[in-house]
């Protein structure tokens, strides 16, 4: 599926269908149509570096990585629980996951590992990024909360 290179476009999705679609911006356009992948929340789509997105699908905890180009899934990763945001670092190196019960998981994506979860809030994860040097995370909650966390730390095996 061939795509311009320079292209204005918009991803929609969270229908009844399970369907995201690409739209072409100016001309309204279907260009892809990725299935399954059904976002849990409007910030539970993440760019993965130049050529992929992920998505953690509304209902089961599994992960989808689409390449932009293709319209099934490139990778399917299977979650502990369900999670209603997502982020990935500039260089699509890692990726993080926000959780209903507070939680936030980390991956490594090149070998596709888990790296570190930890309890980040006491409520459900609303709102999870990477600062643009993907030196710190900052999460918000439903508990009110915003927090920082530092990567150095979190990479940190013998902390």
């Not at 309204?28 to 789509?45: C, E, F, G, L, N």
């Not at 260089?91 to 936030?104: K, M, Q």
Request: glycine share 6%; hydrophobic share 45%; charged share 20%.
């Amino acid at each position: 599926m061939p795509l311009p290179a320079l292209q204005e476009v918009v991803l929609s999705g969270g229908g009844d269908d399970s369907t995201m679609n690409m739209w072409e911006l100016i001309t309204a356009t279907t260009i892809v149509s990725y299935r399954p992948a059904s976002p849990a929340s409007k910030d539970a789509v993440a760019t993965v570096g130049r050529d992929f997105f992920a998505v953690p699908l509304a209902n089961k905890p599994t992960l989808h990585v689409f390449n932009w180009r293709k319209d099934q899934p490139h990778a399917k990763m299977s979650l502990p629980e369900k999670v209603c945001s997502i982020a990935a670092n500039a260089d699509g190196s890692y990726i993080l996951a926000g959780a209903e019960t507070g939680r936030v998981y980390l991956w490594e994506v090149c070998g596709g590992a888990l790296i570190r979860t930890w309890e980040a809030h006491y409520r459900s994860v609303t709102s999870i990024a990477f600062t643009d040097d993907s030196s710190f995370i900052l999460t918000a909650s439903e508990d009110a909360l915003v927090r920082a966390w530092s990567m150095g730390n979190l990479l940190d095996y013998s902390a």
